[in-house]
């Protein structure tokens, strides 16, 4: 799932302060049309706008719900599909035809620039969508598509933590990084400490269950200096973190770029139809790029 908002802007959450971190308020975003799914997005916030490179986090089900995306451009970002309920089929312009199912990886490195779409029949889905930022050194780099059906699995008394993305407590998922990352999907079972990188910050969501000291909805911000997390309950939450990303970065719809004008040049290549390939087997049309904002965008960093 990607950013379908007709009237894309800068993103105005609460921050509050939690137990040893801020707590980010989600805002409800309705995607597509009349029936159409709503999800929760954390990342980016007002005040925080990233979590090591991870710069975007959409959490949406358990609902009853068709997903229908149809293809849109992205570039200068990797885009992650998890999902704990359901199936979405995923379709790009390399050709890639891939179901993504719970417990297995869909990662699609934009780069320069990619296309693609997602849909499913009607059923129950639950899952989350993120994006990653690339680097400067990655961000114009070719695109590509990885699906990963085994994942490592980090056990320990009171838990087992799928390794999503990046490396957790010594064991590496195979899916591509560009920066120092984390992403993993925890199962807890009684209480136990999950192993942290000391330079990393970390975010925190509640996916199901009850974990102590977490709620459904908002993202539990932790900052560097930790090398444990202590988990207690019965239920499974996402964490993400990663060496704080220092470099500034514009986000505007599906695009992340380094500049205003870099934005308009993405935008003029959709709607002209260049630089992004063309998504085969979609039954309509692509999506056409909402007009820019009557003010430049800013590149900006981590916080605001």
Same mark, same amino acid.
């Given at each position: 799932?990607?950013?379908?908002?007709?009237?894309?802007?800068?993103?105005?959450?609460?921050?509050?302060?939690?137990?040893?971190?801020?707590? =980010?308020?989600?805002?409800?975003?309705? *995607?597509?049309?009349?029936?159409?799914?709503?999800?929760?997005?954390?990342?980016?916030?007002?005040?925080?706008?990233? %979590?090591?490179? &991870?710069?975007?986090?959409?959490?949406?089900?358990?609902?009853?719900?068709?997903?229908?995306?149809?293809?849109?451009?992205?570039?200068?970002?990797?885009?992650?599909? &998890?999902?704990?309920?359901?199936?979405?089929?995923?379709?790009?312009?390399?050709?890639? *035809?891939?179901?993504?199912?719970?417990?297995?990886?869909?990662?699609? /490195?934009?780069?320069?620039?990619?296309?693609?779409?997602?849909?499913?029949?009607?059923? /129950?889905?639950?899952?989350?969508?993120?994006?990653?930022?690339?680097?400067?050194?990655?961000?114009?780099?070719?695109?590509?598509?990885?699906?990963?059906?085994?994942?490592?699995? =980090?056990?320990?008394?009171?838990?087992?933590?799928?390794?999503?993305?990046?490396? =957790?407590?010594?064991?590496?998922?195979?899916?591509?990084?560009?920066?120092?990352? /984390?992403?993993?999907? %925890?199962?807890?079972?009684?209480?136990?400490?999950?192993?942290?990188?000391?330079?990393?910050?970390?975010?925190?969501?509640?996916?199901?269950?009850?974990?102590?000291?977490?709620?459904?909805?908002?993202?539990?911000?932790?900052?560097?200096?930790?090398?444990?997390?202590?988990?207690?309950?019965?239920?499974?939450?996402?964490?993400?973190?990663?060496?704080?990303?220092?470099?500034?970065?514009?986000?505007? &719809?599906?695009?992340?770029?380094?500049?205003?004008?870099? %934005?308009?040049?993405?935008?003029?290549?959709?709607?002209?139809?260049?630089?992004?390939?063309?998504?085969?087997?979609?039954?309509?049309?692509?999506?056409?790029?909402?007009?820019?904002?009557?003010?430049? =965008?800013?590149?900006?960093?981590?916080?605001?």
């Amino acid at each position: 799932m990607s950013n379908l908002e007709r009237e894309p802007r800068e993103i105005r959450c609460a921050a509050e302060r939690g137990a040893g971190g801020e707590l =980010l308020e989600g805002r409800a975003v309705p *995607l597509g049309g009349p029936r159409a799914m709503s999800v929760s997005r954390t990342l980016p916030g007002a005040h925080r706008r990233m %979590i090591g490179a &991870w710069c975007f986090l959409d959490a949406y089900g358990p609902e009853v719900a068709a997903m229908r995306v149809p293809p849109h451009p992205h570039t200068g970002l990797q885009t992650v599909t &998890w999902l704990l309920a359901g199936e979405v089929l995923h379709r790009d312009s390399l050709g890639s *035809l891939q179901p993504v199912r719970p417990g297995r990886l869909n990662l699609m /490195t934009a780069g320069r620039g990619i296309s693609h779409s997602e849909e499913s029949a009607e059923a /129950t889905l639950h899952g989350v969508q993120l994006w990653v930022a690339l680097p400067e050194e990655h961000r114009a780099g070719p695109p590509a598509f990885e699906h990963h059906a085994e994942l490592p699995v =980090l056990e320990g008394a009171g838990f087992a933590a799928t390794v999503v993305l990046g490396s =957790l407590g010594g064991a590496v998922s195979p899916a591509t990084v560009h920066t120092p990352l /984390t992403g993993a999907e %925890i199962a807890v079972d009684g209480t136990g400490e999950v192993p942290l990188d000391p330079g990393f910050e970390y975010g925190l969501l509640l996916l199901d269950g009850e974990v102590e000291g977490l709620a459904r909805g908002p993202l539990a911000y932790l900052p560097p200096g930790r090398d444990g997390l202590r988990l207690s309950g019965r239920g499974r939450v996402l964490l993400v973190g990663g060496a704080p990303f220092g470099e500034e970065i514009v986000m505007w &719809w599906n695009f992340v770029g380094r500049s205003h004008d870099e %934005i308009a040049a993405f935008r003029k290549e959709w709607a002209e139809g260049e630089g992004f390939g063309v998504v085969e087997g979609f039954d309509g049309d692509p999506l056409p790029a909402p007009v820019l904002p009557g003010v430049r =965008l800013k590149p900006r960093g981590r916080v605001r």
